[in-house]
């Protein structure tokens, strides 16, 4: 043990006598001078291949840092997250939704930016122009490297997130319904409200929406149903409940509800001896309407007006409404209807006071 001890010592005296190098003399080679190839240094070449030796003094060998099993955990979360975020990039984009795919792309690209430079690229002032670079990853560098691809992966399904959230607002989700008969709401001829009610509120809880009904006694009105008094309820009826209607404070809140297909009558609102003529806003919050009015574009394929209704309508342009957007009437006392779109309709109605006597219905047949 003292000869390999008295060797080592000659040796690292011979390098610090060949090449002058203080930062080389001060490196530990822990090896006997019977497993080192070189003899003490007589040049600087020689040092340069010395300066290849690894902290443990095997030539040619880069050792594995400590740590070094961080590595292949880190590539399997890697793999991992980007199975997923790549399903994920698919989805969306075979749905059309082409921004989010962008967003999730650049995400991606700046993470791959991130790794790179993690990498260390470790050089020695002797590298000869032609040795190839030392690259060495430690304990930090894996955990850098793990902890991006957890932070990337955290951060592209907040966007994935974000991204449906907004999608679900703005493209409301279809749901199946029943396909109501107007036998199904009439005895005899006679409308049955009750029916009708449970009817709604089925088409609610497909939606998800409450009405809260056990505070009821606090709205304006009880919900309330109608089939105008014209007996085609599942064509032209509608659904609701005033929240509040303020003729002192002048504002008025109400949600309608629509079957698919289902029409309000075409109808005007006058100014009375109570207030001005109404104005309204129509703000859909789960499926979607089809307004008809004074501007607007044509009636889009497949949505048919109420035979019943034909020769009352005078208005035929037509603007599609869908869930967490709003449209508002262009003007006071302007002829307008809705119909509800092929989920049916739950609309939040904003508006100024209502009353029920400036109401004027195209069809002189409805009744209230």
């Given amino acids: 043990m003292k000869d390999a001890r008295s060797s080592v010592h000659s040796h690292r005296r011979g390098i610090r006598a060949g090449c002058g190098s ?22 600087n070449e020689r040092c340069a291949k010395l300066s290849s030796f690894s902290p443990q003094g095997h030539p040619g060998r880069t050792p594995g840092p400590r740590g070094a099993g961080i590595l292949p955990a880190a590539i399997l979360l ?7 975020l790549l399903y994920n990039y698919f989805y969306i984009a075979l749905g059309g939704e082409v921004i989010s795919l962008r967003l999730k792309v650049a995400v991606w690209l700046g ?16 590298n000869t122009p032609n040795q190839p670079i030392n690259m060495n990853m430690t304990r930090r560098n894996h955990l850098q490297l793990l902890a991006t691809a957890v932070g990337t992966a955290a951060l592209g399904s907040a966007l994935s997130l974000a991204k449906e959230t ?3 607002t703005m493209n409301p989700k279809k749901i199946t319904l029943p396909k109501y008969k107007n036998s199904d709401f009439y005895v005899d001829g006679k409308f049955q409200p009750e029916v009708a009610k449970k009817a709604y509120l089925d088409m609610m809880a497909a939606h998800g929406y409450d009405m809260h009904l056990e505070n009821e006694k606090k709205w304006a009105t009880p919900f309330w149903v109608t089939d105008f008094g014209l007996g085609d309820f599942v064509n032209v009826g509608m659904g609701g409940v005033f929240w509040i209607n303020s003729q002192e404070a002048n504002y008025f809140a109400h ?6 297909g289902q029409m309000i009558v075409e109808h005007g609102h006058n100014e009375t001896d109570k207030g001005k003529a109404k104005m309204e806003s129509w703000h859909p919050r789960n499926g979607s309407i089809y307004c008809f009015g004074e501007t607007g574009g044509d009636i889009p394929a497949g949505v048919v007006l109420p035979k019943s209704q034909e020769k009352f309508i005078t208005v035929k342009k037509c603007t599609e409404v869908k869930a967490g957007d709003i449209l508002t009437l262009n003007r006071i006392t302007a002829k307008h209807f809705m119909m509800g779109g092929p989920s049916g309709a739950i609309v939040a109605e ?17 009744k209230l």
């Fill in 22 to 43: 203080a930062e080389l003399a001060e490196r530990p080679v822990h090896v006997a001078r019977a497993s080192c190839p070189h003899r003490p240094c007589e040049a």
């Fill in 78 to 84: 890697h793999g991992i997250f980007s199975i997923v």
């Fill in 111 to 126: 993470y791959l930016r991130g790794w790179l430079q993690s990498w260390p690229h470790h050089t020695s002032s002797h």
């Fill in 166 to 168: 907004t999608t679900t």
């Fill in 255 to 260: 949600e309608i509800f629509l079957f698919p």
């Fill in 350 to 366: 904003y508006a100024s006071f209502h009353d029920g006597a400036g109401l004027v219905f195209t069809n002189p047949d409805v």
